[in-house]
């Protein structure tokens, strides 16, 4: 049972850029959540789909956008990239009817903005 | 205002010590819940222990066991015997219901270092 994967492992960009992020969540789970960790500090959550719709937002400005696919994959887009958007990028998914929402990660995408 | 604080940035342990790692938390919601996550070098955040706010008993998994104490709004994560592969970061989360849907708040976490 393969679990979340995320593509790619590591990215470097210039600023002003757009970055897209990917994430394939673990097998029976329909709700993808995204978080962006800076270094030294711990995650903070992005947003979160299910249904192929945005169900919940952190405090991310617009630059930030998300999208579901009926496959319950998941897309994060970043446009005109900052200094400050370097970071690891995670990717959670959880079972929505699940006991107590556990969510489970994948590797995360380091984002380098040069 | 800080949801949840973990006051410890880094620990060193001697191997095969047990250890408590700090969490405390705020939240006016009466049906909350609290999990603790490890964070190795590699990145991957994973999953150790949950524990409700109405659980009456406190969690256990295998080696890692949370000592919660509602009134003090602490949860505590405490690892017996800890070993070297347990050297990674910690964080402690806390599920908050928010809008419509549940949010995942998270500490700052806490660096353990394992010393052989």
């Known amino acids: 049972d393969a679990g979340v994967t995320q593509s790619p492992t590591h990215l470097i960009k210039t600023r002003g850029q757009q970055v897209t992020l990917r994430c394939s969540p673990k097998?029976?789970?329909?709700?993808v959540s995204w978080y962006q960790q800076a270094l030294g500090q711990g995650p903070q959550f992005i947003f979160q789909y299910y249904e192929e719709e945005e169900r919940q937002r952190g405090n991310f400005p617009d630059r930030f956008s998300g999208h579901q696919f009926p496959n319950y994959s998941s897309e994060l887009n970043v446009n005109a990239l900052l200094l400050g958007d370097s970071a690891l990028y995670l990717c959670?998914?959880?079972?929505?009817?699940?006991?107590?929402?556990?969510?489970?990660f994948g590797p995360g995408t380091r984002l380098t903005v040069l | 205002a800080q949801k949840i604080t973990q006051t410890q940035p880094g620990m060193f342990v001697q191997e095969k010590e047990a250890v408590t790692l700090d969490c405390t938390y705020d939240t006016s919601d009466p049906s909350y819940g609290l999990f603790w996550y490890k964070q190795p070098s590699s990145g991957e955040m994973i999953f150790l222990i949950y524990q409700g706010s109405y659980d009456q008993q406190n969690a256990t998994e295998g080696r890692y066991s949370l000592n919660f104490q509602k009134a003090r709004k602490s949860a505590n994560l405490v690892i017996s015997a800890s070993q070297l592969g347990d050297s990674a970061m910690y964080f402690c989360a806390m599920r908050e219901y928010r809008g419509s849907n549940y949010q995942l708040i998270w500490g700052a976490g806490t660096k353990l270092i394992i010393k052989p």
């Open positions: 097998s029976g789970h329909d709700t």
């Open positions: 959670a998914s959880s079972w929505t009817s699940g006991s107590y929402n556990e969510q489970f």
